[in-house]
């Protein structure tokens, strides 16, 4: 497609499951990101995937995060035994390589009660 | 170390008044800058960004930023804001290594 997709737009889970969040960068995009953003909240860096280099998962806040990215394709975030605050807007980005911003998908919403 | 910061959480301006959004950046050398807006409810979009060359950059929507390079910063500016410029704006660079560092975010609200 045309831009960054992400499924599902929402998601609430009951506090202890598991949850999986999709991204589709753009076609040809070698650098993939997720951030969270917390309501009210500035972005939170969390992994970063750059063509086929070992990620860069400095922000991922606990073991219970983590991402998988194949190839230069989909990645999915997956959160086990969700917590209340993870309870965020989680976007994902990807870009070509050198000079160029981001681009942004419309986020997943993940609600934890 | 390496970071944003955007001195104004929330600002409120008239409608059709100018406007300046400021950044600063923290890094031994001259990064890629960036702004972007998220809209209400809506994803990030981006505004315009530098590289090297003319300080001032031009973006959509009828903003410009400046960078100077003394101050460390890339102001982010609009003549004549309207309604629908009421958002959360982000400063951000991305320095050699590739991960973009994002500010905090200033949310502007426009006063009709």
């Known amino acids: 497609g045309a831009g960054v997709s992400q499924s599902p737009s929402n998601k609430v889970t009951e506090k202890g499951k598991d949850v999986e969040l999709r991204c589709d960068p753009i076609?040809?995009?070698?650098?993939l990101y997720w951030y969270r953003q917390r309501l009210g909240q500035g972005l939170e860096f969390l992994i970063y995937?750059?063509?086929?280099?070992?990620?860069?998962k400095s922000g991922l806040p606990s073991d219970r995060f983590s991402a998988e990215r194949t190839g230069e394709s989909v990645s999915t975030l997956t959160i086990q035994r969700t917590q209340q605050e993870d309870s965020a807007v989680y976007l994902c980005?990807?870009?070509?390589?050198?000079?160029?911003?981001?681009?942004f998908g419309s986020g997943t919403r993940l609600t934890v009660v | 170390a390496q970071s944003v910061t955007q001195p104004d959480i929330h600002i409120t301006v008239s409608e059709g008044a100018s406007l300046e959004l400021r950044c600063n950046y923290s890094?031994?050398?001259?990064?890629?800058l960036f702004w972007y807006v998220q809209s209400p409810g809506q994803g990030l979009q981006l505004l315009l960004k530098?590289?090297?060359?003319?300080?001032l950059v031009q973006g959509i929507k009828g903003f410009e930023a400046e960078f100077k390079r003394s101050q460390s910063s890339f102001n982010l500016r609009k003549p004549s804001v309207h309604w629908s410029d009421a958002a959360e704006y982000f400063c951000?660079?991305?320095?050699?290594?590739?991960?973009?560092?994002f500010g905090p975010g200033t949310s502007l609200s426009v006063i009709p």
């Open positions: 980005a990807s870009s070509s390589e050198g000079k160029d911003g981001y681009t």
């Open positions: 076609s040809g995009h070698t650098a």
């Open positions: 995937f750059q063509g086929n280099s070992a990620p860069d």
């Open positions: 890094y031994g050398a001259t990064p890629y």
């Open positions: 530098y590289f090297s060359g003319d300080t």
């Open positions: 951000a660079m991305k320095t050699s290594y590739d991960k973009v560092i």
